[in-house]
C-alpha cells in the first residue's frame, strides 16, 4: 500500500478498510463516546491515553485516525506522523460524517 494521504473522507476511508491489506482504524474519543456509537473493527485508544499507549500501534501497518469530527484524530494523526510514521491519515469529519453517509455503525459496547 503507498503512503496514505493526510485526510479522507469516509468513502475513501471505507474502501480501504474492506480492502486487502486494509489499515487500522484507531478511534481516539474517550471510552463512553466510544461506548454511544463507534465504527465496526476500530480501535479504542483515546487521545488523553495515546502517549502512554503508543506501544500498543503496530508498526508498518497503515493507520486511520478517528474521532468524533476530526479534531482529536488530526491531532493524533499530526503526533504519529511527526514521530517518523507516515502512513497516517485522519478520517475527515470523523464518525459524525461517516454515519451522515450510511456506512456502518455498532451502537453500545
Known amino acids: 500500500m503507498t503512503d496514505l494521504p493526510l485526510t479522507l ?3 475513501e476511508a471505507a474502501a480501504l478498510l474492506a480492502g486487502p491489506d486494509a489499515p487500522l ?3 481516539v474519543r474517550e471510552e463512553s463516546e466510544w461506548n454511544a456509537v463507534h465504527i465496526p473493527g476500530a480501535l479504542l485508544i483515546p ?6 499507549r503508543q506501544g500498543e ?7 486511520i485516525m478517528q474521532c468524533r469530527s476530526g479534531g ?6 499530526l503526533a504519529l506522523r511527526t514521530a517518523g510514521r507516515t502512513n497516517v491519515a485522519n478520517l ?9 453517509a450510511g456506512l456502518p455503525v455498532e ?3
Open 9 to 11: 473522507a469516509p468513502a
Open 25 to 27: 482504524l484507531i478511534d
Open 47 to 52: 487521545l488523553s491515553q495515546f502517549v502512554a
Open 57 to 63: 500501534i503496530p508498526e508498518g501497518r497503515a493507520l
Open 72 to 77: 482529536r484524530s488530526g491531532q493524533a494523526a
Open 92 to 100: 475527515a469529519g470523523g464518525i459524525t460524517d461517516w454515519e451522515a
Open 107 to 109: 451502537y453500545g459496547e
